[in-house]
């Protein structure tokens, strides 16, 4: 089992950055993806970036190479960090986590969400 912790949002201005952060918890060695999505009031939750146990990324064609997904291994946290911030990046950005558990079981575990605000 795995448990997540969202932190980082707020509100910024156009044009400005923010670090998103989610802490994982538990069995973390089953992680095999990462996923930051996000979310809107009225609309569907959309896939933003996906990090792979090897370290590979993919990132939705919205945030065409202004959002950067990581990791620091040794605090067994992923990061997004998010520049050039655009007022439709507004929404309730959320961490899922995809695992691989005994009896080759399959999880997934979603943070609480965290509020980012782009406005003048």
């Known amino acids: 089992q795995v448990q997540l912790v969202e932190s980082g949002g707020g509100l910024v201005q156009p044009g400005g950055s923010l670090r998103l952060s989610c802490a994982a918890a538990?069995?973390?060695?089953?992680?095999?993806?990462m996923n930051w999505y996000r979310q809107t009031p009225g609309k569907q939750r959309e896939l933003v970036a996906t990090m792979a146990a090897g370290g590979s990324t993919k990132y939705a064609d919205f945030v065409k190479g202004r959002f950067t997904i990581s990791r620091d291994s040794t605090k067994s946290t992923w990061y997004l960090q998010m520049t050039s911030l655009k007022p439709e990046d507004t929404a309730v950005y959320y961490c899922?986590?995809?695992?691989?558990?005994?009896?080759?079981?399959?999880?997934?575990?979603w943070g609480q969400g965290t509020q980012v605000t782009v406005s003048s």
């Open positions: 899922k986590a995809d695992t691989i558990e005994a009896l080759n079981r399959f999880g997934t575990y």
């Open positions: 538990g069995s973390i060695s089953g992680i095999y993806d």
